[in-house]
């Protein structure tokens, strides 16, 4: 299956990845994360390990278990980090701890090289029995709650390495190497292989969306860091210059954020009386209706207002989309101020875009081109793949070889 991303990446990439795989073939490695579906760090597992496993390693993937009450911790935790604010109860980091002794007591730890994945599973290097431990942080932590940062970083320290998505993520407390790797889109998948028009048009007409109008589109999480209801003003000040605009909010589920279906019902309630706001909850393995969204999209917004990478956002540009995104995180990476798209800081500045490129095929076209070449070059799953190869030799010591 490997050979199959020669098209994207040429020969010389994927030499190279066979080349390092080779030095780890004795290695056994571990991925640990907190959901098996929905969310861009399952998608990425899911792509991400069968790949590894073709190379000739040894790689596994494992997900946690808790109780309501514990991602109900874990989600605050994750909002306390990335925006800095937020009361966190004492009791929060008591639940979260024993949560890490009963993961610690069914999941099986003694790989040679473990990759624990965000937050959620952190507290697990406690009950480390060997191996080279290293946890990759996909969220921005840039400028995190004291408290809990100053929790986590206890754990945080007894790790061999950490890797962030971009360099700003990087910390100054922290004695540990830090690597940055950005996350990764896969080509082949079925959320980002070529469709028939005949499966986009039926996938759309079946959510009632009219494929001969303008179509906004926003992909994400119902969650506030997405800013969802500010995707919705956006929406109706553009929609004064472009009347027949519609805009389509999909979202899906997953186990890890109790938060959802609050935030949905705010989503629900700010779109209030507007007919032309689609607000679709689909399940987390919906992927060839989003794929077909996204082709079927005229612009395509990432409106977060906090983000870590944000997948959505190379998922649109491969499809050559011009993407309007919020100016933060790992967006900024993606989206080339002017070139692969726009980055914004409110709606108001968001529903200034939109018109212009609603307005503007001949724009739209050469940004998407130019943003389906600039994730080609950086964002897909081959050069993720060999960036983390490198990251084992090296906190392995076995680079110099």
């Known amino acids: 299956m490997i050979e199959r991303y020669v098209e994207f990446v040429g020969e010389h990439e994927i030499d190279a990845i066979f080349k390092y795989a080779e030095k780890l073939k004795d290695l056994s490695i571990l991925h640990v994360n907190s959901t098996a579906a929905g969310g861009g760090v399952a998608e990425i597992l899911h792509r991400l390990v069968p790949l590894m496993r073709e190379l000739g390693l040894n790689a596994e993937w494992k997900v946690i278990r808790g109780s309501q009450d514990f991602f109900t911790v874990t989600k605050s935790f994750h909002n306390a980090l990335q925006t800095g604010k937020g009361e966190i109860p004492d009791e929060y980091f008591k639940i979260y701890d024993e949560w890490q002794e009963i993961n610690a007591g069914e999941i099986p730890l003694d790989y040679d090289v473990v990759f624990i994945h965000d937050p ?16 990759r942080c996909h969220i921005d932590i840039s400028n995190p709650h004291p408290k809990v940062w100053g929790f986590l970083r206890g754990y945080i320290s007894k790790y061999d390495g950490m890797i962030v998505s971009i360099p700003e993520f990087a910390r100054d407390d922290l004695d540990i190497p830090q690597i940055a790797i950005p996350p990764s889109i896969d080509p082949l998948s079925p959320k980002n292989m070529p469709l028939p028009q005949t499966t986009v048009d039926r996938i759309v007409d079946k959510f009632g969306v009219d494929r001969e109008r303008p179509i906004i589109l926003q992909v994400s999480r119902y969650d506030r860091a997405k800013d969802p209801v500010g995707v919705i003003e956006s929406f109706r000040l553009a929609k004064r210059h472009v009347p027949d605009a519609q805009l389509v909010y999909l979202g899906s589920p997953a186990t890890d954020d109790p938060e959802g279906e609050v935030v949905y019902r705010e989503t629900v309630e700010a779109a209030r009386g507007e007919k032309d706001v689609h607000l679709l909850m689909l399940p987390p393995n919906s992927h060839v209706e989003v794929n077909a969204f ?38 900024r990476i993606q989206v080339i101020n002017g070139v692969t798209g726009f980055l914004v800081d409110s709606p108001k500045a968001a529903a200034y875009y939109l018109v212009y490129l609603l307005k503007n095929k001949k724009v739209r076209e050469e940004m998407g081109e130019a943003g389906r070449d600039h994730v080609r070059r950086n964002f897909l799953i081959t050069q993720q793949l060999r960036r983390y190869l490198m990251a084992i030799l090296y906190l392995t010591k076995r680079h110099a070889s």
Do not use: C, D, H
Request: hydrophobic share 40%; aromatic share 10%.
């Open 120 to 135: 959620q599973p952190a507290g697990l290097v406690k009950y480390r029995k060997k191996g080279t431990w290293i946890w």
């Open 294 to 331: 996204q082709r079927a999209a005229t612009v395509v917004m990432q409106k977060s207002i906090k983000e870590g990478f944000g997948l959505t956002v190379s998922e649109a540009l491969w499809k050559r989309k011009p993407v309007i995104g919020g100016n933060t995180g790992g967006i």
